[in-house]
Every structure is written in structure tokens, then in C-alpha cells.
């Protein structure tokens, strides 16, 4: 598989914190953006947030100031973390990297959705 995600905690009431990590587990020529999407049952995929190869990140509004996005280059992984959760954070959580594989072929990678569900 190409990545390997991990959920660090189980269940969480609202206000509660939870770390993902993903780690890509095939050598990347290239990497210039990470990011976590979201998508909720009945509701589009969405953007949470993504960090680029220079280390600038970015959020979705709904969860800025609460999340945050980073990344470890040397291990290519990539980490969320998510403070003051809300219920409708609940969703499953997805990993994203674009990068290339070699100097001449684009790449874009999804990781296997991480269930986060957050009770009121």
C-alpha cells in the first residue's frame, strides 16, 4: 500500500484532541504537497488542510486555529493534529500527496480513509 495510516486514540467527546499520521511507504522522488481531506457520510470530499515542500500550510476556515497540519520530509509522513474537536468534525479522514515519482511523471496518492467520530 502506499500509505500507512494510523489514528493515535479511539473515541472522543467533543473538545477532545486526536493525532493521524500517514506515512508513505514507497520512496518519493518528489514531494511538493501533503494534505489531509475529509468527507463526511452524504457530504463531498473537502480540503482540511495541506502543507507544501517549503513547509507553508494551509487550512479550511472550519478548522483553523484547531488543526494542525505537519510533516517529517525524512520519514514522509505526514501528521494532523486535532484539538477542540467538534461533532461535525466526524468524518473519514483521508491523506493526499502530490509529488513525482521520477523528474518527468507527476504523482497523486490517497491513503485509506481513518474514521474519526467525535460525540457530543
Known amino acids: 500500500a502506499m500509505f500507512s495510516c494510523r489514528r493515535w486514540g479511539g473515541l472522543v467527546q467533543a473538545g477532545g484532541s486526536l493525532r493521524l499520521s500517514c506515512v508513505a511507504s514507497e520512496a518519493i522522488f518528489m514531494i511538493e504537497t501533503m494534505g489531509w481531506y475529509r468527507q463526511a457520510p452524504g457530504k463531498q470530499r473537502e480540503l482540511v488542510a495541506t502543507?507544501?515542500?517549503?513547509?507553508?500550510?494551509s487550512y479550511a476556515s472550519s478548522v483553523k486555529g484547531r488543526f494542525t497540519v505537519s510533516r517529517d520530509a525524512s520519514k514522509n509522513t505526514l501528521y494532523l493534529q486535532m484539538n477542540r474537536l467538534k461533532p461535525e468534525d466526524t468524518a473519514a479522514y483521508y491523506c493526499?500527496?502530490?509529488?513525482?515519482?521520477?523528474?518527468?511523471?507527476?504523482?497523486?496518492?490517497w491513503g485509506k480513509g481513518t474514521q474519526v467520530t467525535v460525540s457530543s
Open positions: 493526499n500527496l502530490e509529488g513525482f515519482s521520477d523528474p518527468w511523471n507527476g504523482v497523486n496518492y
Open positions: 502543507i507544501s515542500r517549503s513547509g507553508s500550510s
